[in-house]
């Protein structure tokens, strides 16, 4: 497993937000918004290390910082990602999560970095993803983050705000 060289080294987006608008390079965008390249532990650099990740687990110190960056409760969060509120909480920090959570918290990722890229900023992109769109029959954006197709669908409705489609 590669590590992470110091001068290399990705911040979280929560304690820094301002560096998260300098990366440009996705991966490196997702692994700011997981905590940052010391909670990960592991470089990502394509997909096939997204692969990895998601077979080997996150740990479930991510799952606060996703949690911390959607404004949702830890229940909340639970729910999206189909584990039990009191199995997250008896699993320490650096306790992995299965490859589901895994796979669904990177989805989750890739949405926080899409909304932010169009929307302009994390506190924009969290009220909007609060706020009842007529578009997904009055619910919010959070509604549908709990499944892969949920998650695309608000992809594609950032993409089309992107384009001035909505």
């Known amino acids: 497993m590669k590590t992470y060289s110091q ?6 987006i929560v304690n820094e937000p301002e560096l998260f608008y300098g990366l440009n390079n996705k991966y490196d965008r997702i692994i700011s918004i997981l905590g940052g390249s010391v ?3 592991q470089p990502i650099h394509n997909d096939i290390d ?3 990740i998601t077979r080997k687990g996150l740990p479930k110190s991510v799952v606060q910082t996703i949690s911390n960056i959607l404004s ?3 229940e909340k969060m639970s729910q999206l990602i189909h584990v039990s509120y009191r199995t997250i909480q ?21 949405v926080i970095s ?5 929307l302009g900023s994390i506190k924009a992109f969290t009220a909007w993803l609060h706020t009842k769109l007529r578009v997904l029959n009055y619910k919010t954006p ?3 983050l709990d499944t892969t197709f949920g998650a695309r669908l608000i992809k ?11």
């Open 90 to 110: 008896r699993k320490s920090d650096k306790d992995l999560l299965n490859v589901y959570s895994t796979e669904q918290i990177l989805e989750i990722a890739e």
């Open 7 to 12: 001068e290399n080294i990705i911040k979280n």
């Open 72 to 74: 949702i409760s830890m």
């Open 50 to 52: 997204l692969i990895e």
């Open 114 to 118: 899409r909304g932010i890229d169009v």
């Open 142 to 144: 959070l509604d549908f």
């Open 39 to 41: 909670a990960i532990g």
């Open 156 to 166: 594609d409705i950032l993409g089309r705000i992107e384009h001035g489609v909505y």
